[in-house]
């Protein structure tokens, strides 16, 4: 965990446009899942219904009214156990679907220096849980999987900030950025990749995420009262792996540069992404699924609950300042 990376120095606190942590990228937790017996993503039957869910945070940094979010990206409050009026959500139609306008989340990253490395401790106190439904599982065409924005207005006091603790090692220069459109032309980037310290992400960390489980291990044993989970549930759920970190084998980097995302303003990107190598398990809808790595799977007691990455600083501080430059190119 940050505790095992000694003594960090925090800088600064900063609020954070958008978060997207895809848990469902993970083949390592879906593993986990399916060798505890539960149906991911549905059983052939389709009798039960369970898209590993993504931590989504997604409501600052919108110059127009931002659109509402469709009932097939969502996770409905009743697969966690809620109420539909128990999250707030007022529901409404768009494009001709259902579709539901939530209330302002909130995110913060606090920024820390330990050593040459640059840390990133994430503070998610509001968020909402989707799926992917859309694109269905297909992990092996996923590199990006967890990514946060922060406004474009903060890059010259980060850059100030972090140029005070810079090693006097000769600097990484970048003498061009990558460019990268995606979401069919909605989000365009320009980074740097960046090496990757260390990171540590958990779904269980998450009250809906380890309620989600919880919600759908009670449906699995009304469906299936003869699995083994049914005979003690809790100790069931409380016995996952649920947390991925850092593996040195695995291909692991972080994109770092700017962004323009349709409907928003310039931000600040990080994006956590690796290319293999290739992983391989057994499936439920299918006998085997491949996909990348992501990272080592271990117990987490849902304790601690930090979330966060560890980049290099000269590399991270380099790459925001490439990103300077480019930043007219995102009009």
């Not at 220096?113 to 909402?128: A, E, G, P, T």
């Not at 999987?145 to 005070?164: A, H, K, T």
Request: glycine share 4%.
């Amino acid at each position: 965990m940050l505790s095992s990376l000694g003594r960090v120095t925090w800088i600064k606190r900063f609020p954070v446009d958008s978060l997207q942590i895809y848990f469902a990228a993970s083949l390592e937790i879906q593993e986990e899942l399916i060798r505890h017996e539960f149906f991911v993503p549905k059983s052939s039957k389709r009798e039960i219904i369970m898209p590993i869910p993504l931590i989504y945070s997604n409501f600052r940094g919108w110059i127009k009214h931002k659109n509402p979010i469709t009932m097939e990206r969502l996770i409905p409050p009743e697969w966690f156990g809620y109420a539909p009026q128990q999250p707030h959500w007022r529901e409404i139609r768009g494009d001709n679907k259902k579709a539901y306008e939530i209330p302002d989340e909130e995110v913060y990253v606090n920024i820390g220096v330990l050593n040459s490395k640059l840390v990133f401790d994430l503070d998610i106190i509001r968020y909402h849980l989707e799926r992917t439904s859309i694109r269905g599982i297909n992990p092996e065409k996923w590199v990006n999987w967890i990514m946060f924005y922060i406004s474009i207005e903060y890059i010259d006091e980060l850059i100030d900030l972090l140029s005070n603790y810079l090693s006097r090692t000769k600097q990484e220069v970048f003498k061009s950025l990558i460019r990268e459109i995606q979401q069919n032309g909605k989000e365009i980037t320009y980074y740097a990749q960046v090496p990757v310290e260390d990171f540590s992400f958990c779904l269980g960390c998450f009250d809906l995420g380890l309620q989600y489980i919880y919600a759908k291990a009670i449906e699995h044993c009304q469906v299936k009262p003869s699995l083994v989970m049914c005979r003690n549930i809790k100790e069931t759920v409380d016995s996952l792996k649920l947390r991925l970190k850092y593996n040195f084998s695995i291909n692991t980097f972080a994109k770092v540069g700017i962004a323009k995302i349709s409907g928003k303003r310039p931000q600040i990107m990080i994006k956590l992404a690796s290319t293999g190598p290739i992983k391989t398990i057994q499936g439920i809808l299918k006998p085997q699924i491949e996909g990348k790595a992501r990272g080592e799977l271990v117990y987490c007691n849902h304790k601690d609950r930090r979330q966060y990455v560890v980049l290099s600083l000269n590399h991270f501080y380099t790459a925001l300042v490439t990103s300077k430059s480019y930043i007219d190119r995102l009009s």
